[in-house]
């Protein structure tokens, strides 16, 4: 078999993503279902989640999973923050996921060290068998995204993603949907990497499009509810590291709340909105382009969205939308990486980042 060459390793392993998310979703069913048996004999009152940057927000994603599936009483912290903002006396018996693509980083050793002396247990979601934190950590649930060798993360972040929705599914009693919603939404789950490769070849050459007309702007803001709230800062995070320029995600209302005050032509949005979302977001998208900002709409197909967007990237239909965020963030990736490309940056290398922070 010919493999197709790629230019970078940021957009290589972004094509990389369905098979990283098919190897974690099968490889990891039977260790997340043993697990979790586990987990339910220890019978936890309280989840803490940590983790630093893209897998901060592979949690916050997950934190709404857990919230709308298991009900369990859950609470994100930054990993970097996590020994400052947990309480003094942890009177719960607490459950820490720690999220870290490397296993290595100084703010996550950190978090989990905090939460051992608190008499924590720890779950460590890892692409990286044998890390530091591993070796800490009382359970593992190990990623399979491969190596990743762009700085930038992408198919760690989606296959983090993958690993967490499993397990809020495998959390969930089943006195709380049924058996059978239960069972559908796993089978719809299983689905995502055809659907992520469908994502991929929809919106390549769309993205680049976008890319190259507004490779002149350097603010952009990215708006996304529910789960894909953790979608707008991932997206957001990304355009900084690949293209070294302003970019912040938001609530999609709490835009309204001060930041809507810096629209102007020269500001592009990035709203993300599911087809349940679009007639309590119609009015919004409208007032954004009423200011005069570029609007790039990512959602299901809708004529409405479509006719008040600048730029309308379309997510295949009919995928459970508190997964949706596996989907959704790939037409970001491939915007990042074509945006990096149209400004003449090497998106593998940011000059002042690296791929494991460690002082």
């Known amino acids: 078999m010919i493999m197709k060459q790629f230019p970078h390793h940021m957009v290589r392993e972004i094509h990389e993503q369905p098979q990283a998310v098919q190897t974690t979703l099968t490889k990891g069913s039977k260790e997340v279902k043993d697990l979790v048996e586990e987990i339910r004999s220890k019978k936890y009152e309280m989840i803490y989640i940590t983790g630093s940057g893209t897998s901060y927000h592979a949690g916050l994603a997950a934190q709404y999973a857990f919230f709308t599936l298991t009900k369990?009483?859950?609470?994100?912290?930054?990993?970097?923050?996590?020994?400052?903002?947990?309480?003094?006396?942890?009177?719960?018996?607490?459950?820490?996921?720690?999220?870290?693509?490397?296993?290595?980083?100084?703010?996550?050793?950190?978090?989990?060290k905090a939460a051992l002396e608190k008499n924590m247990d720890v779950l460590a979601v890892t692409n990286t068998p044998g890390s530091s934190l591993t070796k800490l950590s009382r359970y593992t649930l190990l990623t399979r995204a491969g190596g990743e060798l762009a700085v930038t993360a992408t198919k760690s972040h989606i296959a983090q993603l993958a690993m967490l929705f499993l397990l809020s599914l495998?959390?969930?009693?089943?006195?709380?949907?049924?058996?059978?919603?239960?069972?559908?939404?796993?089978?719809?789950?299983?689905?995502?990497?055809?659907?992520?490769?469908?994502?991929?070849?929809?919106?390549?050459?769309?993205?680049?499009?976008?890319?190259?007309?507004h490779k002149d702007k350097s603010y952009f803001f990215l708006l996304g509810s529910g789960s894909n709230y953790a979608t707008a800062l991932e997206g957001a995070l990304k355009l900084k590291e690949a293209c070294n320029i302003f970019a912040e995600g938001f609530a999609s209302r709490e835009f309204l709340h001060g930041p809507i005050q810096l629209l102007n032509k020269k500001t592009p949005v990035l709203f993300m909105l599911s087809a349940d979302e679009i007639d309590i977001f119609l009015g919004l998208m409208e007032t954004i382009r009423k200011f005069g900002a570029p609007l790039i709409s990512i959602s299901e197909k809708s004529d409405r969205v479509e006719k008040v967007s600048e730029g309308f990237v379309r997510i295949p239909e009919g995928?459970?939308?508190?997964?949706?965020?596996?989907?959704?963030?790939?037409?970001?990736?491939?915007?990042?990486?074509?945006?990096?490309?149209a400004r003449n940056l090497n998106p593998d290398?940011?000059?002042?980042?690296?791929?494991?922070?460690?002082?």
């Open 170 to 213: 495998e959390l969930t009693p089943t006195g709380e949907l049924g058996s059978e919603d239960l069972e559908h939404l796993r089978e719809r789950l299983f689905e995502a990497p055809t659907l992520i490769s469908k994502t991929i070849s929809m919106n390549e050459d769309l993205t680049r499009g976008l890319a190259n007309m």
């Open 319 to 341: 995928f459970p939308k508190i997964f949706s965020p596996i989907l959704y963030v790939v037409p970001l990736q491939l915007f990042a990486y074509y945006s990096s490309i």
């Open 72 to 112: 369990l009483v859950t609470s994100l912290i930054p990993a970097s923050e996590f020994p400052v903002w947990i309480p003094s006396a942890v009177k719960r018996r607490a459950l820490l996921i720690a999220i870290s693509q490397s296993g290595e980083s100084i703010d996550i050793l950190a978090a989990v």
């Open 349 to 359: 290398k940011p000059e002042k980042l690296r791929k494991v922070v460690k002082k």
